[in-house]
Each structure stands twice: as C-alpha cells, then as structure tokens.
C-alpha cells in the first residue's frame, strides 16, 4: 500500500474495498502480508484512482444524509450540497400529514430515498429518463428500506403515471451545466454520465421544461424547489414568476452560493 502514489486516506479506503474489512481490522493487521489477488486487486484500484476515476465509483457508494448510497457510473455520485435540497424540502413538508412528493431525474435516488425515509409517511415517486439509473436507485431505496418510494421512467413529467394526484413537494437536481462548459472535461465530471451533467443547451433548458411543466402538478399552497448552477439563481426566479408560481426565492449553500430556487402554487 505504501508507495501506492496515492493520498493515505485513499489507499486506505481502497484496501477496505479490496479486503472487505474495516478500518479497525486494518490497523490491527497492518503488518500481516497481502494476498497476492488481493494485492494485484488493490494495485488495479489504485491504477484506476491515479489515472482519475472519482473515489465513490472504485470503492461502490457515497455518503448523503447521512445514508450510504451504492453508486456506479450509470449515476451521479450525491453531492454535499444537494442535501439542502433536501432539508428544505422537508422543511415544507413539517406541517403536512401522509405528503405526496415528486423527485425529477432522480439518479442513485439520493434525493428521493432520503425523503422516503426521513419521512416514512410520505408517499414519494422517483423519475429519471434513464432506465440503468432507476435501476440503482431501487437498489438503494431496497437496500436502506425506504419502502414508500415508486418509480417511473420518462422524460421529466411525461414519466409519471397516468391519472398521477398532484403532490406537495416536486423536487429536482436537474442537468444545469451549459453544453461546452470547461467543468464537464475535469475532475469526477469526466467519469459521470453526461446526461446527468449538461441539458447539451443553454444549461437552463432542463429547468425551463419543468418549471414549465410543474404548475399542473402542484397541489394548491404546493411547493417547487430545484438545484441550479452558481450563477443561474436569478433566471431560475425569473421562470418561477413567469410561470405565474408565488414568493420566488433562493438559498444559498455553506459556501454562500445561490444552489437551489424554489416557489409555491
Ligand atoms: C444531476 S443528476 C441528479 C441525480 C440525483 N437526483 C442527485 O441529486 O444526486 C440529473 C438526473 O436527471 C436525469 N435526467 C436527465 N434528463 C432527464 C429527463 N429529460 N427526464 C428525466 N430525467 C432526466 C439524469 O439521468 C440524472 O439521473
């Protein structure tokens, strides 16, 4: 493991991969010799690490709320700044018995999953256009036992099933990186599925649609909310407004960047 050419934490992460044990295992055994497979395992890992490839897709799963999802490249891998989507969410939901809820391009099922469960009572339904996608997040919902959450597959709202009641809450990280942008040939983004990242447009074209969309799937007093780019806070307010929806407002993150824009009916 020494002289992998890898930071300490993450060579450590990757033989916990390879060995399936944990940390405390580890350093009880540090001296003990390695399996040659497991040696040439961990050597493939760390080959893959250097050349790039995001932590979360080596070693299987990420962290969000709290909950450890399993992620592979057919998803976006949860990140920190999402959760405010998802406490805010919530916190529209506090006053509201058996909620219903609707998470657009729900990927690993990050957003939907932690709904799920933080809120055993709601009734939520995951969408995403991609089937391999929805697969891994019925997995995770399986796997955390979030047992309140549907799927469907489609494009934003012709996804949801016919006849479908309005919700209270319609959540969504939508795809918001403009096509061409410089990010999406750097770092984790290389490796993440493009159609998670970029609409392949202006990077606001994915929030048009279901902004445009969500009026008439909102129960009365419902709310919107929706993850955006740094700077595409005012635009966002701007689609909010113009499709006739109240108190359009942002939130910033912990770095104090306007990420999410949401309104009511
Ligand atoms: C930024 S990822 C968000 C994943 C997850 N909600 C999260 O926050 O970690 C956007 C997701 O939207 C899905 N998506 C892209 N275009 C879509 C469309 N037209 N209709 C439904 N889902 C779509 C992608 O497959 C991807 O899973």
Request: net charge negative; with cysteine; proline share 7%.
């Amino acid at each position: 493991m020494a002289g992998c050419g890898l930071p300490r934490l993450e060579a450590r992460m990757l033989l916990e991969q390879v060995l399936q044990k944990p940390r405390a295992w580890l350093l009880a055994h540090d001296l003990d010799p390695l399996d040659p497979a497991l040696a040439r395992r961990f050597g493939e890992l760390a080959a893959r690490r250097l050349a790039g490839e995001p932590m979360a897709y080596l070693v299987g799963e990420r962290e969000f709320m709290g909950h450890r999802f399993a992620v592979n490249p057919d998803v976006l891998i949860p990140r920190p700044e999402t959760e405010l989507l998802v406490e805010t969410g919530l916190a529209h939901l506090r006053a509201l018995a058996a909620p219903r809820v609707l998470d657009l391009g729900t990927g690993s099922g990050a957003v939907a999953v932690s709904i799920a469960l933080a809120r055993p009572d709601a009734q939520v339904l995951a969408t995403d256009a991609s089937a391999a996608a929805l697969a891994q997040a019925r997995l995770n919902a399986q796997a955390l036992g979030a047992a309140n959450v549907r799927f469907a597959l489609g494009d934003w709202f012709q996804a949801l099933p016919a006849h479908e009641p309005p919700f209270d809450l319609i959540v969504s990280n939508p795809p918001y990186i403009a096509a061409g942008d410089a990010h999406l040939a750097q770092g984790d983004l290389r490796f993440e599925p493009r159609a998670a990242l970029t609409d392949q447009a202006d990077g606001l074209s994915a929030l048009r649609a279901i902004v445009a969309g969500a009026g008439a799937r909102l129960a009365p007093g419902a709310a919107l909310w929706l993850e955006h780019g740094w700077d595409q806070g005012p635009a966002v307010r701007r689609l909010l407004a113009q499709a006739g929806l109240r108190e359009p407002a942002s939130l910033r993150d912990l770095a104090g960047i306007e990420r999410i824009s949401g309104a009511k009916l």
